[in-house]
């Protein structure tokens, strides 16, 4: 186990729906990023918060929103959910912004 | 931005044999390789990594290898055991947690060992 730890398990939500995904970094640690995997795919990179600020981000559109935490823990916010947002969202935590990322469970999402 | 390509997308070996993993990478500026196992239902497990100053690792039965001028790396899993059954994923970066631009992913390769 590495420490890294996301609620909920699963969620269904409907089309335009808002959903809002969290995560407890390990203890140390104060880089968090955010990955989306679909089924069958590898994950892929939705953005990274350092001390609370958004220091990188992929190729997702702006309605994916996410916060960083005084205790960086953080929070990705979807909005005007869609039917291909439907995946598995996996958070990964490290210590430093270059550190060496341990994911969590992640998150089954399903948009129906 | 980087693109990682992954082969076998399925591997099947018998149990003791050994199986390898192959990755390409386009990004010349990239210098951080990770592998993860994903197991049904879980988040990657990072098994072993390898940054560019070196050509090869070891970890027990897993290695991996790193050929910067032709972009590639592999990954060794010898004397294989039915618990090594799962998908297991390269990914490469500019930094060891990707930095601002994340780890970039293959697609994966689902390795399933035969007893």
């Known amino acids: 186990e590495t420490g890294v730890t996301q609620s909920p398990t699963h969620l269904i939500k409907t089309r335009g729906q808002q959903v809002t995904l969290r995560c407890s970094s390990q203890?140390?640690?104060?880089?968090v990023s955010w990955y989306q995997q679909a089924l069958g795919q590898g994950p892929q990179f939705i953005f990274q918060y350092y001390r609370e600020e958004e220091n990188g981000r992929g190729n997702f559109p702006p309605r994916f929103s996410g916060l960083q935490f005084p205790n960086y823990s953080s929070e990705l916010n979807v909005n005007a959910l869609e039917l291909d947002d439907s995946a598995l969202y996996l958070c990964?935590?490290?210590?430093?912004?270059?550190?060496?990322?341990?994911f969590g469970q992640g998150t089954r999402l399903t948009v129906v | 931005g980087e693109n990682v390509e992954q082969h076998p997308s399925t591997l099947s070996v018998q149990e003791g044999d050994s199986a390898v993993i192959k990755c390409t990478y386009s990004?010349?500026?990239?210098?951080?390789f990770p592998w993860y196992k994903q197991e049904l239902g879980k988040g990657p497990q990072l098994i072993i990594d390898i940054r560019s100053n070196v050509g090869e690792k070891k970890d027990q039965r897993i290695a991996v290898t790193l050929n910067k001028t032709a972009k590639h790396f592999s990954l060794h899993i010898t004397e294989t055991q039915p618990e090594d059954s799962a998908v297991y994923f390269c990914?490469?970066?500019?930094?060891?947690?990707?930095?601002?631009?994340?780890?970039?992913f293959g697609k994966g390769t689902h390795l399933i060992i035969q007893p």
């Open positions: 990004d010349s500026a990239s210098n951080y």
């Open positions: 990914a490469a970066s500019r930094g060891s947690g990707g930095g601002a631009d994340g780890l970039t």
């Open positions: 990964a935590s490290s210590l430093e912004q270059g550190g060496v990322a341990f």
């Open positions: 203890s140390g640690h104060n880089t």
